[in-house]
């Protein structure tokens, strides 16, 4: 069934400019990974000015956006619903974290501008040593073929669906909060343009 399904769907995909399912274009995505990773590499080594490492981990990162705004544009509503959509999602996150992983180092260096790290830098240097690290999930997609790797990537998409519904009902249960308590705010006021609280009894 599950294969008749499979089928069904590569059936309704057609390539509009570019055949994502083809050879070439998922050897393209594996040249991508294995180069990001040499340079992520030699930048954790210190090879060579970091500055030329630090351009083309930026230039990886536009080509890994550009292969999955591809892949979205040319598969449509498949991406979401065919058999690869958790890997799918994996790669959509793996590239998010890439994008804020670029803007926050390129805002730390337009910050730092030459000053000695504070505390504050010094924390988005932690953040970002995390991110880079995370990027190396995307070393995963070369084994998609592997059970126990599939069953990862499921469990990792589903921890990260119950944290983001998990902020999503924290940050809804605070706004309530807060409009109640801004509500009353407002209402006791009006209520004291009219009208003056009892005076308390003197005390003889």
């Known amino acids: 069934m599950a294969a008749a399904e499979e089928d069904q769907?590569?059936?309704?995909?057609?390539?509009?400019?570019?055949?994502?399912?083809?050879?070439?274009?998922?050897?393209?995505?594996?040249?991508?990974?294995?180069?990001?990773?040499?340079?992520?590499?030699?930048?954790?080594?210190?090879?060579?000015?970091?500055?030329?490492?630090?351009?083309?981990?930026?230039?990886?990162?536009?080509?890994?956006?550009?292969?999955?705004?591809?892949?979205?544009?040319?598969?449509?509503?498949?991406?979401?619903?065919e058999d690869d959509k958790n890997w799918n999602f994996f790669d959509a996150l793996v590239v998010a974290i890439?994008?804020?992983?670029?803007?926050?180092?390129?805002?730390?260096?337009?910050?730092?501008?030459?000053?000695?790290?504070?505390?504050?830098?010094?924390?988005?240097?932690?953040?970002?040593?995390?991110?880079?690290?995370?990027?190396?999930?995307?070393?995963?997609?070369?084994?998609k073929g592997v059970e126990e790797v599939n069953r990862f990537v499921e469990l990792l998409l589903n921890s990260v669906r119950t944290v983001f519904l998990s902020m999503v009902i924290v940050a809804a249960g605070v706004a309530l909060v807060a409009t109640a308590i801004i509500a009353c705010g407002a209402t006791a006021k009006a209520w004291l343009r009219d009208h003056s609280l009892p005076k308390l009894p003197e005390i003889h």
């Open 9 to 81: 769907l590569e059936a309704l995909y057609q390539p509009t400019c570019l055949n994502v399912q083809g050879a070439r274009w998922t050897n393209f995505g594996y040249a991508l990974i294995g180069g990001s990773t040499i340079i992520m590499a030699c930048q954790s080594l210190g090879i060579g000015p970091n500055w030329i490492w630090k351009s083309a981990d930026d230039a990886t990162t536009v080509l890994f956006t550009f292969e999955l705004l591809v892949r979205i544009f040319e598969k449509g509503y498949l991406f979401f619903v």
């Open 98 to 143: 890439s994008l804020f992983s670029m803007v926050m180092s390129q805002q730390a260096a337009a910050s730092a501008n030459g000053q000695a790290p504070n505390g504050a830098a010094m924390q988005k240097m932690k953040v970002l040593r995390t991110l880079r690290l995370l990027r190396l999930l995307r070393l995963f997609r070369v084994f």
